[in-house]
């Protein structure tokens, strides 16, 4: 685990307010020094997922996009009225590219929201108030296991049941009969993923379409991950099955501009398919002394930087700029999963494309994942069966790096077959091996967050 003082040895610890303020140049030195160590991490194109982009170029120019407008509030319009433009945009064109002109019932409209997880948030949000008109008093949603925990997290909050439907182990996606078995009169919406996150796979979306439209449900499609990246991937020439608006039956979109849309952290789209779903959910008080209070979603301030950053994305990109990433990407995680192939040893988990996942049905493929990070491979554990995951982003896109895939994975999966005597070290962290996680799962999750939120928080005895 981390170390609840990283840094300790190099920097000073403020564990009180200090008393006098630092020499500024000194902090950005300290801070250029951190960020430059922890990029490293990442720079050679080992790491999956997370760092989209990876170009520090176009960090740079969003840096100075985000500068302009990072201490404006986007809640208050009258003073920067540039914010409707930069939302209105990101909305307008996640939209287009999403197909929503092929809505017919409907107006399309879309909110910017904090993450994926807000995004998702906001439309089980959106489901439970049209529940409610619909006197429906504990509505709940049906996804696939595979659906993001954000689904399960918003229900938590919301006070929505989320029933999971097993999914086929074969092909990882959604088992309709599954599906259908756990709707009742009281489920508002279906949940599709394009792709699903651990196996990078998209569910039958116009199958779930067909059952939500029959029912009158909606259907929220989680394109979180794939969003911004399977559009293109189609346009290349990519066996992608259609997933977005063009599916009649599609009410809801989320698509996060802070993975493939190469925004900074902090943005994502929710799309809907017609306005009055998405305006069911804004939040109004209008008899407070301090004025009356509207906000489009949970947040109330919201950075005007992060706004104009993810726009500058998007629009210095453009179709070209996206179609050029995608192929990049789709070319190396079709290379990386011709190496895997190339091991009989080794199963990719259903049909994938940008973003596969692996297990191994003779050997442990925590020891595959063992030799490989002993290499600087940071793949994504799973669980059910054991498998790891790679998401494929622009780092791996360097020259070099499928060759340094393929080799390294050669020598690990000759390190598993070896019959190593230790259990794997990467197993206890993400895999239910034996005596693993599931017994003290809750004791291992509270040591996680303690060393992540309490101990460096906690107020120092005098
Ligand atoms: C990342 C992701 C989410 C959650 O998004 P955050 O931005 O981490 O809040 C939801 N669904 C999928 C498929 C994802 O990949």
């Not at 179709?319 to 040893?345: C, K, W």
Request: charged share 20%; aromatic share 10%.
């Amino acid at each position: 685990m981390n170390s609840s003082h990283p840094y300790a040895e190099r920097y000073p610890v403020n564990t009180t307010m200090p008393a006098t303020g630092r020499d500024q140049a000194e902090i950005l030195a300290e801070l250029r020094e951190i960020a430059v160590a922890e990029d490293a991490v990442w720079e050679r194109g080992q790491c999956s997922g997370t760092m989209y982009c990876g170009d520090h170029d176009h960090y740079g120019f969003m840096a100075e996009a985000f500068e302009r407008f990072a201490h404006v509030n986007a809640l208050q319009r009258d003073m920067c009225p540039s914010a409707t433009r930069f939302e209105g945009e990101i909305i307008a064109m996640t939209l287009d590219m999403l197909h929503a002109d092929a809505v017919t019932e409907g107006e399309p409209a879309g909110m910017v929201t904090s993450g994926g997880s807000g995004s998702i948030l906001h439309a089980v949000l959106a489901y439970r108030e049209e529940a409610r008109n619909q006197g429906i008093g504990r509505p709940n949603i049906v996804k696939p296991e595979t659906g993001h925990p954000a689904f399960d997290k918003a229900g938590y909050l919301l006070g929505v049941e989320v029933r999971r439907a097993p999914i086929d182990p074969v092909t990882t996606r959604a088992d309709l009969d599954a599906v259908v078995d756990l709707i009742d009169e009281s489920t508002v919406a279906l949940v599709g993923s394009a792709t699903n996150y651990g196996y990078g796979t998209i569910d039958p979306i116009e199958e779930l379409a067909e059952i939500a439209v029959t029912r009158g449900i909606g259907l929220h499609v989680d394109g979180c991950l794939g969003g911004f990246i399977l559009p293109w991937g189609e346009e290349l020439g990519y066996n992608v099955p259609r997933w977005d608006f063009r599916v009649p039956g599609v009410t809801t979109i989320s698509a996060d501009t802070h993975k493939y849309a190469y925004g900074f952290k902090g943005t994502s789209v929710l799309a809907f398919a017609d306005k009055a779903l998405r305006n069911g959910q804004y939040f109004y008080v209008t008899d407070w002394t301090g004025g009356k209070y509207c906000s489009p979603g949970i947040e109330g301030s919201r950075s005007g930087g992060l706004l104009a950053a993810t726009w500058a994305a998007m629009v210095s990109l453009g179709r070209n700029g996206y179609l050029d990433r995608a192929r990049g990407i789709f070319e190396t995680s079709f290379a990386m999963q011709a190496a895997v192939r190339s091991h009989p040893e080794l199963r990719i988990m259903g049909d994938p494309t940008f973003c596969f996942s692996f297990t191994s049905d003779v050997l442990d493929i925590y020891h595959v994942n063992d030799a490989m990070r002993d290499k600087g491979w940071r793949f994504n554990g799973q669980q059910y069966p054991d498998a790891i995951h790679m998401a494929v982003t622009g780092p791996q896109t360097r020259p070099g790096v499928v060759e340094r895939f393929a080799a390294d994975l050669a020598e690990a999966v000759a390190f598993a077959a070896s019959g190593p005597t230790a259990p794997p070290a990467t197993g206890a962290i993400y895999g239910g091996v034996a005596g693993g996680l599931d017994d003290d799962a809750e004791e291992f999750i509270r040591g996680v967050m303690a060393q992540m939120m309490d101990e460096h928080q906690s107020i120092p005895t005098r």
